[in-house]
C-alpha cells in the first residue's frame, strides 16, 4: 500500500460513454500526477495539479478532462475516447512540485470498445 | 529532452543476482529512481540515489551510479521469483519536477 487510491481498478466503455477515473491520497500531498501506461511505451505524463492548480498540461486532447476539488482528490472524466486510449492510467502524488518522491496508485485499466 | 535508456527484458535463475542497467542523458540529473511494477498494479518506489552518491544498498539491492559515464545499475542479491516485475529507472534534474522515465525492464525469474 503506497498512501494512494484508484478507482475503479477496470472500467470497460464505449466510445460514447462518459466516465470518470478516481484518485484518492492519504499521504497529506500537495502534487498530484496523471500518467497513462500504454503497451511498449515510456510513461507519459498528461496532467500535474500542485497545491489544486493545474500546473502542466501535456498537449493531452481535451476527450480527457482532469479535476482537483483538493489536494487529496483528482479525478479523470473522459468521454468520447477512441480505442487508442486503452491503457493503465496511473495516478501518483508527491509532498509538493519540487519534491523528487513520486508515489504511484495501482492504476485504472481502462479499455475502450 | 531528457532520455532514459533500459534494455526491455532480463532473465535469470532463482538463487542468483540480478544486474538491471540504465543509461541517461542529462548529466544535470540529480536524482535517480528505480520503481517496480508488479503485474496488474502501479509503480512502487523501490530506491532512489542522489547525484553526489555512488552507491546505495538496502538489504537485497545495491545502486550503482557512474555519473562520468551516466549510467545507473540496480542489482538484486538472491533473486526470488517474487522479484519477477518490471523494473523501471527514472531520473530528474534539480530544475525540473517532472522524472523521465524508461520504457521498463521485464525481468523474468525462473526455477
Known amino acids: 500500500e503506497t498512501g494512494v487510491t484508484q478507482t475503479p481498478r477496470h472500467l470497460v466503455m464505449g466510445m460514447t460513454n462518459k466516465k470518470s477515473l478516481k484518485c484518492e491520497q492519504h499521504l497529506g500531498h500537495n502534487a498530484m500526477y496523471w500518467y497513462k501506461q500504454s503497451a511498449k511505451k515510456p510513461l507519459e505524463l498528461m496532467f500535474v495539479y500542485n497545491f489544486k492548480e493545474q500546473t502542466e498540461n501535456n498537449s493531452v486532447p481535451s476527450r480527457f478532462s482532469p479535476e482537483c476539488p483538493n489536494s487529496s482528490h483528482l479525478f479523470l472524466h473522459l468521454h468520447t475516447l477512441q480505442p487508442e486510449d486503452s491503457a493503465l492510467y496511473l495516478c501518483?502524488?508527491?509532498?509538493?512540485?519540487?519534491?523528487?518522491?513520486?508515489?504511484f496508485g495501482p492504476g485504472t485499466r481502462l479499455t475502450v470498445l | 529532452g531528457e532520455d532514459v535508456e533500459q534494455s526491455l527484458f532480463l532473465s535469470v535463475r532463482e538463487g542468483d543476482s540480478s544486474v538491471i542497467n540504465c543509461t541517461y542523458t542529462?548529466?544535470?540529473?540529480?536524482?535517480l529512481y528505480w520503481y517496480k511494477q508488479e503485474p496488474g498494479a502501479g509503480l512502487q518506489l523501490l530506491t532512489y540515489?542522489?547525484?553526489?552518491?555512488d552507491m546505495k544498498q538496502d538489504q537485497r539491492l545495491t545502486v550503482l551510479l557512474n555519473k562520468k559515464d551516466k549510467h545507473l545499475s540496480l542489482r538484486i542479491a538472491d533473486t526470488q521469483t517474487g522479484d519477477s516485475a518490471i523494473y523501471f529507472c527514472?531520473?530528474?534534474?534539480?530544475?525540473?519536477?517532472?522524472?523521465?522515465f524508461g520504457r521498463g525492464t521485464s525481468l523474468i525469474v525462473h526455477p
Open positions: 542529462d548529466s544535470s540529473s540529480t536524482y
Open positions: 540515489i542522489f547525484s553526489n552518491m
Open positions: 527514472a531520473s530528474r534534474s534539480g530544475g525540473s519536477y517532472i522524472p523521465t
Open positions: 501518483a502524488s508527491s509532498q509538493d512540485r519540487s519534491t523528487d518522491t513520486q508515489y
